[in-house]
């Protein structure tokens, strides 16, 4: 299964924690990382600590050194690379099916053997008693793509745009990003969607503030929910959930 992911430098060592745990299953073949300019030389040093996924740079992939808070302009900066990265690989002729997963997510288990035949969404919901497509925000973080869906990305996009004139940082209610814009537009056009199961693939809330059935082996956690990676990267190390060693991280100069 291809799986496709972005980083900046920001966010490196939430990235080498998402490829270690990918080394774990054995799958970081199947990693596609595309990243910024002040990324790539350190990106090239992973794989001497034996991790094999494939970089790419984006030349409109741009942020601080320390990052992209969320809600700021740098953030809303990340989110329309992301969906210029959607649309470029949903075109027909290049595409194949792809995971779609954040740098702040990590494998904890392999991952199913099957997926839906349409778009299937992490839950972004807090609301765990009424978990359903009707009440849930998709996540744009974690997501399946079985096919180009280019239209949602570059109606996306549209939406942005058009909004971009109100847009106001967070926590403003005028604030928007990538995952605000395709929930919007998912509403408007007729696309059969999903949700992954929320008990497997954790969001940030669920993992960290919710008691987690020892019964239940989740796919994975994404560290959303959490502001910073400083802040992502300790509450994943306090759970036991932080799988790269600050050897290899030293390494590449993370």
């Given at each position: 299964?291809?799986?496709?992911?972005?980083?900046?430098?920001?966010?490196?060592?939430?990235?080498?924690?998402?490829?270690?745990?990918?080394?774990i299953?054995g799958?970081?073949?199947?990693?596609?990382?595309?990243?910024?300019?002040?990324?790539?030389?350190?990106?090239?040093?992973?794989?001497?600590?034996?991790?094999?996924?494939t970089?790419?740079?984006?030349?409109d992939?741009?942020?601080p050194?320390l990052?992209?808070?969320?809600?700021?302009?740098?953030f809303?900066v990340?989110?329309?690379?992301k969906?210029?990265?959607?649309?470029?690989?949903?075109h027909p002729?290049r595409?194949?099916?792809f995971l779609?997963?954040?740098?702040?997510?990590?494998?904890l288990?392999?991952?199913?053997t099957?997926?839906?035949?349409?778009?299937?969404?992490?839950?972004?919901?807090?609301?765990?008693?009424?978990?359903?497509?009707?009440?849930?925000?998709?996540c744009?973080?974690?997501?399946?793509?079985?096919?180009?869906?280019?239209s949602?990305w570059?109606l996306?996009?549209d939406?942005?745009?058009g909004n971009?004139d109100?847009?106001?940082?967070?926590?403003?209610?005028?604030?928007?990003?990538?995952?605000?814009a395709?929930?919007q537009v998912?509403?408007?056009?007729y696309?059969?969607?999903?949700?992954?199961?929320?008990q497997?693939?954790?969001?940030?809330?669920?993992?960290f503030?919710?008691?987690?059935?020892p019964?239940?082996?989740?796919?994975?956690v994404?560290?959303?929910?959490?502001?910073?990676?400083?802040?992502?990267?300790?509450?994943?190390?306090?759970?036991g959930?932080?799988?790269?060693?600050?050897?290899?991280?030293?390494?590449?100069?993370l």
């Amino acid at each position: 299964m291809k799986i496709v992911t972005m980083s900046t430098l920001g966010t490196g060592r939430l990235l080498a924690n998402l490829l270690s745990s990918c080394q774990i299953l054995g799958i970081d073949s199947d990693v596609h990382v595309y990243c910024d300019k002040p990324f790539t030389s350190q990106a090239s040093k992973l794989a001497e600590v034996g991790i094999r996924s494939t970089f790419y740079e984006m030349p409109d992939l741009t942020a601080p050194m320390l990052g992209a808070p969320w809600g700021s302009s740098d953030f809303l900066v990340i989110a329309r690379a992301k969906l210029n990265l959607l649309t470029m690989i949903s075109h027909p002729s290049r595409f194949e099916p792809f995971l779609y997963l954040d740098a702040d997510t990590v494998f904890l288990n392999r991952l199913p053997t099957s997926f839906p035949e349409f778009l299937t969404f992490q839950s972004d919901s807090r609301d765990f008693t009424q978990e359903s497509k009707q009440t849930a925000e998709y996540c744009m973080g974690c997501f399946w793509c079985p096919s180009p869906a280019r239209s949602v990305w570059l109606l996306a996009l549209d939406w942005i745009r058009g909004n971009a004139d109100t847009w106001e940082p967070a926590p403003s209610a005028k604030y928007f990003d990538d995952q605000t814009a395709v929930n919007q537009v998912l509403g408007s056009i007729y696309r059969k969607t999903a949700l992954l199961d929320p008990q497997l693939w954790l969001n940030g809330s669920r993992a960290f503030d919710c008691f987690l059935d020892p019964s239940i082996a989740p796919v994975l956690v994404h560290a959303n929910w959490r502001v910073g990676a400083k802040r992502k990267e300790a509450e994943l190390r306090k759970r036991g959930w932080w799988l790269v060693s600050d050897e290899s991280l030293a390494r590449c100069g993370l």
